[in-house]
């Protein structure tokens, strides 16, 4: 069974900080790995997809990075701003069925 | 375009009552998906149907839980003789190909008193 582990559960930082978010997920074969922010009493909103053939992808501020054959996956936000408080959550797919680690809070204070 | 909707956003219900959740998918998106997120056991699969197609089924939690997908868009999720542990955030998720992005609604929070 795929387990996915996200460190650290809760992060804080001054605006305009740099951030970094770690996955790691116990079984390498998967097809893809997704990143996702969760406001607050609301749904999950996509971030970013890596293919399991891909190394990166990048979205303006955000780049995420994944090395399938250590099962580690990172998330980097550039320039923290307020706004980008949330949880961020790591999800791998190994068929179709996303498992999902736990998340990491973040706060960015301004 | 439209978004994952889902209904009814909030719904509070008593133990022992069936209830009924509802997800609208991106219009053409083939696939959809059931999810539970709840404060113990954080984000898990409950449903996949694809298509046509059989839909897997292994992650619902025992047999008070059922889905149906009619004509391959709106799905219906239930849940009979609630019970408190079943209150969580219900997640609904589309996708137009398998495996790719999924696109999830705003979810249905569902206490069962």
């Known amino acids: 069974k795929q387990e996915v582990t996200q460190i650290p559960a809760a992060l804080s930082v001054p605006e305009g900080e740099n951030l970094v978010l770690n996955c790691s997920f116990t079984?390498?074969?998967?097809?893809?790995l997704q990143w996702f922010r969760q406001d607050p009493g609301k749904g999950l909103t996509s971030l970013l997809l890596?293919?399991?053939?891909?190394r990166e992808q990048t979205s303006g501020r955000l780049n995420a990075s994944l090395d399938k054959s250590s099962g580690r996956s990172t998330l980097y936000i550039a320039a923290s701003q307020p706004g980008d408080s949330a949880t961020y959550l790591c999800a791998v797919s190994g068929d179709y069925k996303l498992s999902f680690g736990a998340g990491t809070t973040v706060t960015v204070r301004a | 375009g439209a978004g994952v909707s889902q209904s009814p956003s909030n719904k509070v219900t008593e133990k022992g009552k069936d209830v009924e959740l509802r997800c609208d998918p991106i219009?053409?998106?083939?696939?959809l998906y059931w999810y539970r997120q709840s404060l113990g056991q954080g984000l898990e699969f409950l449903i996949y149907f694809q298509g046509n197609s059989a839909p897997d089924k292994s992650g619902l939690p025992s047999d008070r839980f059922s889905a149906e997908r009619t004509g391959g868009s709106v799905s219906t999720l239930t849940i009979q003789r609630t019970q408190q542990e079943d209150s969580a955030v219900y997640l609904c998720?589309?996708?137009?190909?398998?495996?790719?992005?999924?696109?999830f609604g705003p979810g249905t929070r569902l206490l069962v008193l």
């Open positions: 998720a589309s996708s137009d190909i398998t495996p790719e992005t999924q696109y």
């Open positions: 079984d390498s074969a998967i097809y893809n």
């Open positions: 890596i293919q399991s053939s891909q």
């Open positions: 219009s053409g998106h083939t696939a």
